[in-house]
């Protein structure tokens, strides 16, 4: 199957500092990918829906300001989360589809940020 | 407002025997439907998808039953297996917005 590979896994940093999560779609494009962030023990929330060549749409409650997200080739979808806080530790997600194959969607597997 | 649901955040089963978990949606626009098994730290594995357009799709040991008057679906595992332990999401779809919408998983134990 397609493979969506997703850098670091795992961050721990201090409060006030930008975290940086890369998501690559390795054999194949893709023209959108998707950020999501799970709680502990709470189900995968969209975070923002990240569109090559263009911005990225937010969902509601979502600050973009303190989550930006690149997607600036077919293959490459960034989030930076900036001057992380306590709160903002989570599990992010990435996913991407693969425009050829229908609507399945490809998961990254994943990064845990533990802002201290 | 949940728009998936999974009602029973855990489930035990025997070895051998049949899991059932169960996922029921609110949003008419959903059309497409997913489910995923996903373990600690690491991200969603797909298992088995089915179109609104189906009432049933069978993969293996996988099933996947859609009741669209009900906006009930239900993910059948037969024989269960220990390996098959994990937290199993149902997504859901609006195939012209392209994004899932998750329900809140439930814990599938297989006891040997």
């Known amino acids: 199957g397609a493979v969506v590979s997703q850098h670091p896994s795992w961050v721990i940093c201090k409060s006030g500092t930008s975290v940086k999560i890369e998501c690559r779609s390795l054999d194949f494009q893709a023209t959108t990918m998707f950020w999501y962030r799970q709680f502990p023990k709470q189900s995968l929330m969209l975070m923002a829906t990240s569109n090559e060549g263009s911005k990225a749409t937010y969902e509601q409650g979502v600050e973009k300001d303190k989550f930006l997200i690149n997607h600036a080739s077919l293959t490459l979808s960034t989030l930076t989360v900036t001057s992380a806080h306590p709160e903002d530790s989570s599990f992010y997600i990435c996913?991407?589809?693969?425009?050829?194959?229908?609507?399945?969607?490809?998961f990254g597997s994943g990064t845990q940020l533990s802002v201290l | 407002d949940q728009q998936v649901k999974q009602n029973s955040p855990s489930l035990s089963v025997q070895e051998g025997r049949i899991s059932i978990l169960n996922c029921d949606y609110t949003n008419s626009m959903f059309d497409y439907f997913l489910w995923y098994k996903k373990y600690p730290a690491e991200g969603p594995t797909f298992l088995i998808s089915?179109?609104?357009?189906?009432d049933k799709n069978e993969d293996g040991r996988f099933t996947v039953f859609l009741n669209k008057s009900a906006k009930h679906l239900s993910l059948h595992i037969v024989p269960s297996q220990p390996g098959d332990s994990a937290v199993y999401f149902c997504a859901a779809m609006d195939t012209g917005r392209r994004a899932l919408t998750f329900g809140s998983g439930t814990r599938l134990q297989v006891q040997p």
């Open positions: 089915i179109s609104s357009i189906k």
């Open positions: 996913s991407a589809i693969e425009d050829t194959r229908g609507e399945k969607l490809f």
